[in-house]
């Protein structure tokens, strides 16, 4: 409707990880203490097939130890630090559990975008897992699950249909929208540089929720709160957030009700 907007909502990339270690608990919270309204962080299996979040198949970039994260238990990354690559004052941050994480987002209403990472022959094993663990929490329309790997998230469409389900591209597709529709899928996050504005208006009508990654620098923020995507993912939480409010006191907007 003309003269009325709709709000784009926030979402923390990994937590607020400009400012704070990546996938670790203060990050999280330090995404909601900013005003995100949601947080993306990556989950994928350990030895003994827990999902624990971190983004790299090894822990050797962001934490002290070394390693491929399928080859180690829980207890083994539960040893390393997660935060101290970030800053000394973040050493006693760890490894998290998906578990541990929802546990924490019960005291919150923070959205919850799990990227399922891993690798492809462990797909079935993904998807059992992560299915123990939600039916534990009662958060279906907070979560949206997503990944570069789309059989996975094909699958769980059909696991878990009260969930919504995203796949994840780096490039442009060819016919984007007949790709969703047959995997009857309505999220699709995007590299913010692979859609021209007028292909992202157009499946923005068509009725798909476009969310780009990852939208760092100021302008970009600007053009994608105009742009009427569902939502932004960005590593600088508090500069979207600012720009996001100071654009809500010149226009009118609405929020999504679907």
């Known amino acids: 409707m003309e003269g009325e907007w709709l709000l784009i909502k926030i979402y923390a990339h990994r937590g607020y990880s400009d400012k704070y270690p990546e996938n670790t608990m203060v990050a999280f919270q330090a995404a909601v203490d900013y005003g995100a309204d949601g947080i993306e962080f990556d989950v ?111 699958s769980l469409t059909e696991e878990a249909p009260l969930i919504e389900m995203a796949i994840i591209v780096a490039s442009a597709l060819f016919k984007p929208e007949e790709y969703l529709r047959r995997l009857k899928i309505r999220g699709y996050h995007f590299s913010h540089i692979s859609l021209r504005e007028e292909e992202i208006r157009g499946m923005i009508y068509n009725g798909f929720r476009l969310r780009p990654y990852t939208v760092n620098e100021d302008q970009l923020i600007k053009q994608f709160i105009n742009s009427g995507c569902d939502a932004l993912f960005t590593d600088k939480v508090e500069r979207a957030v600012k720009i996001r409010n100071r654009w809500i006191k010149n226009r009118s907007f609405v929020r999504r009700k679907d």
């Open 44 to 154: 994928q299996l350990t030895k003994d097939n827990v999902p624990v979040v971190i983004h790299d198949l090894t822990v050797d970039r962001t934490t002290t130890g070394s390693g491929r994260v399928r080859d180690l238990t829980v207890r083994e990354l539960k040893e390393f630090s997660a935060g101290a690559w970030f800053g000394e004052r973040f050493d006693s941050q760890k490894i998290s559990t998906l578990e541990e994480v929802l546990a924490w987002a019960m005291g919150n209403s923070i959205m919850l975008n799990i990227e399922l990472k891993g690798v492809v022959t462990d797909r079935e094993e993904m998807i059992a897992a992560i299915l123990s663990i939600l039916k534990k929490f009662d958060c279906e329309d907070r979560l949206i699950l997503s990944s570069f790997d789309h059989p996975t998230i094909q």
